[in-house]
């Protein structure tokens, strides 16, 4: 009698667990869940929100230690770093060229990164934090994650005139909205963003504080324009 209870109760459990395996929602419709509840937005902040610098461009040569020509130096590109204090010239140059360094306002704002086991570290200027202001699925597959955001907290510097007339897309990317796209893989009822960081594009990223940056309308001269 207890071995047909027994047999009774674990065929009645076998069939919950098909039960609620069948009414479980697929991996895509978890996906579609988590925009339409505001979770994948929130998920998303929180994985940005752990870059306590936000969006940086590379300045310059890209490089540290940062060495440009005299001529270079002349441009009035490098003329707005130094001129709003974010770099200073410092001995130690070759002849015929001159070496940078941030100054003490820039430090907070300034970051060498190291890129593989060899080559210089990059040198970055970060001038805003993120704020992800939506998120939507795109493409057949069900998984693919695009998302928009605002930046925000931009240092005066940023906003200089200098600074925004030498650099032109910083006036824009502090002023619209930008929509980043990437295949973030959503899994075990989250998206792991981690895993997409290289795959994920951001509006901005080939931009940079170049001496000669590109979609200036008065190019300098020594850009060759």
């Known amino acids: 009698m207890r071995n047909g209870i027994g047999r009774t109760r674990g065929g009645a459990l076998a069939i919950v667990a098909l039960l609620l395996a069948a009414c479980a929602a697929s991996p895509e419709e978890q996906a579609r869940?988590?925009?339409?509840?505001?979770?994948?937005?929130?998920?998303?902040?929180?994985?940005?929100?752990?870059?306590?610098?936000?969006?940086?461009?590379?300045?310059?040569?890209?490089?540290?230690?940062?060495?440009?020509?005299?001529?270079?130096?002349?441009?009035?590109?490098?003329?707005?770093?130094?001129e709003t204090g974010l770099l200073t010239a410092v001995p130690g140059a070759p002849a015929g060229e001159t070496r940078l360094e941030p100054t003490a306002m820039a430090r907070p704002f300034w970051r060498e990164r190291q890129r593989g086991t060899v080559?210089?570290?990059?040198?970055?200027?970060?001038y805003a934090r993120?704020?992800?202001?939506?998120?939507?699925?795109?493409?057949?597959?069900?998984?693919?994650?695009?998302?928009?955001?605002?930046?925000?907290?931009?240092?005066d510097w940023a906003r200089d005139p200098r600074m925004q007339a030498a650099f032109p897309f910083l006036a824009p990317a502090l002023s619209q909205?930008?929509?980043?796209?990437?295949?973030?893989?959503?899994?075990?009822?989250?998206?792991f963003l981690d895993l997409a960081d290289e795959g994920i594009t951001l509006p901005g990223q080939d931009e940079g504080f170049y001496a000669c940056p590109d979609g200036r309308e008065t190019p300098d001269p020594g850009c060759g324009g």
């Open 177 to 191: 909205e930008m929509v980043a796209t990437g295949i973030a893989p959503f899994r075990d009822g989250r998206w």
């Open 33 to 82: 869940r988590s925009i339409d509840s505001g979770q994948a937005v929130r998920e998303i902040q929180a994985h940005f929100d752990k870059d306590p610098q936000g969006q940086c461009a590379a300045v310059l040569t890209g490089a540290a230690p940062i060495e440009i020509s005299d001529r270079t130096a002349g441009l009035d590109t490098v003329r707005a770093l130094v």
């Open 119 to 126: 080559g210089p570290p990059s040198a970055e200027l970060c």
């Open 130 to 155: 993120r704020r992800i202001t939506r998120a939507w699925l795109v493409g057949e597959d069900g998984k693919t994650l695009n998302f928009a955001y605002r930046l925000e907290a931009a240092p």
